[in-house]
């Protein structure tokens, strides 16, 4: 056998191990099914006020699974605005489970809504489909559609696109989503503008964005078209968002082999470890949404949200949080608390741990806290390989 075939054949047997290395260490967990909620019947439904002359969002949801930080970023940045009144609305009334550490309670159904004849100013809509593993379903693609009515917004996020584009309005005009996704949602829906290079695109009233991180781009970038450039840089501010200015470049990096091969390395050899956030009130759903979204990318053994008392947490601008976790988890290696002078100590706490992982008052962005800090336990390469799955440069 001469040298060539020598060096072709190791390089494919490497290649056919690290394949199944991959898939050996990772299917288990991506495979994993959806948290399902199983709490208690008689919850008590947020009622959302309505103040007249402020701007309408509605946050679309789907029970089944909607991606977090597509949900929580635009909740947190539409409300900091002070002018507007922010809903999250599902098909039905019922948990909705952000995946896969979170369940919410949403402010209205679709029905509810028709019913009371709310009408938006803008409408966003997070990745529905579960990294998608499934289709947009046809009666959420038909409610969008009817909600815009070309006078108000549209804000698609990450692949929230999928269901963007399914609608039809997006036929010939730019779209976008994440770098990741971005192949296979074109040969989708081949009739978008599938657009490279950008956080987010727009065309007329017609917006979206780059992957997961990027919906604090597109959210920023509806502010500022409808409460002005005041406006946008005090909820940017609120936020420590790391740019002067709303970043309008993008990398399109997508997670490459050799992220592949130290997310494989990382699970194979290094200890999983088993994380709770606890949910305190008051949360602010940005940070939170930051916290659990980039921390479910380090393929943790488990990750659950808890609640002190077993039951639901109100965040800082009143959506109902619902924990995935039970107080009798065991020890967790890492509890991370985000409010720590509201933490009653662990004398107090039933909750048994490691670590105390807190966070408090920064001037850094939360995903930079987050990425330094799982940078310094696993490695440079391992943190830039989180980052891509973010979407996040």
Not at 52 to 66: Q, R, W
Not at 179 to 201: A, C
Request: charge should be neutral; glycine fraction near 8%.
């Amino acid at each position: 056998m001469n040298k060539h075939k020598i060096v072709s054949l190791s390089f494919f047997s490497g290649l056919l191990v690290l394949c199944t290395g991959f898939y050996l260490a990772l299917h288990p967990v991506m495979a994993q099914g959806l948290k399902v909620y199983r709490g208690k019947d008689n919850l008590n439904w947020p009622s959302p006020a309505f103040y007249k002359g402020e701007k309408t969002v509605f946050v679309i949801a789907s029970n089944e699974g909607t991606e977090m930080f597509d949900l929580m970023a635009p909740f947190y940045l539409f409300n900091a605005t002070g002018q507007a009144n922010v809903y999250v609305v599902s098909e039905e009334k019922a948990p909705v489970l952000l995946v896969n550490s979170l369940f919410i309670l949403p402010h209205y159904s679709f029905r509810e809504i028709d019913s009371l004849g709310i009408q938006p100013d803008v409408i966003v809509v997070p990745n529905l489909t579960v990294h998608l593993k499934s289709p947009p379903r046809p009666s959420t693609v038909a409610w969008v559609r009817k909600q815009y009515t070309g006078k108000n917004i549209l804000l698609a996020i990450c692949d929230g696109a999928a269901t963007a584009a399914a609608t039809g309005l997006y036929d010939g005009l730019p779209i976008t989503t994440h770098s990741s996704d971005w192949g296979k949602l074109e040969k989708l829906y081949p009739r978008g503008d599938w657009k490279k290079g950008l956080s987010y695109t727009r065309s007329g009233n017609l917006y979206s964005t780059a992957g997961v991180s990027n919906a604090t781009e597109g959210s920023l970038a509806v502010i500022e078209a409808m409460f002005g450039q005041e406006t946008m840089l005090k909820v940017m501010r609120e936020v420590r968002y790391p740019h002067a200015e709303v970043k309008t470049g993008h990398a399109n990096e997508t997670v490459s082999a050799a992220a592949i091969a130290t997310i494989v390395k990382k699970v194979l050899f290094k200890h999983d470890r088993d994380l709770g956030v606890l949910l305190q009130e008051g949360a602010d759903e940005f940070e939170l949404g930051s916290v659990l979204d980039t921390y479910s990318r380090t393929f943790p053994a488990s990750l659950n949200t808890f609640a002190l008392d077993g039951g639901s947490v109100s965040s800082k601008f009143g959506l109902t949080l619902l924990p995935t976790g039970n107080l009798q988890v065991g020890r967790l290696d890492e509890l991370h608390i985000l409010r720590p002078e509201t933490f009653p100590g662990e004398a107090a706490c039933p909750i048994e741990y490691r670590e105390l992982v807190e966070y408090g008052e920064t001037p850094k962005y939360p995903f930079e806290v987050c990425l330094d800090r799982i940078g310094s336990l696993y490695g440079h390469g391992f943190r830039k390989a989180v980052k891509l799955t973010l979407d996040y440069n």
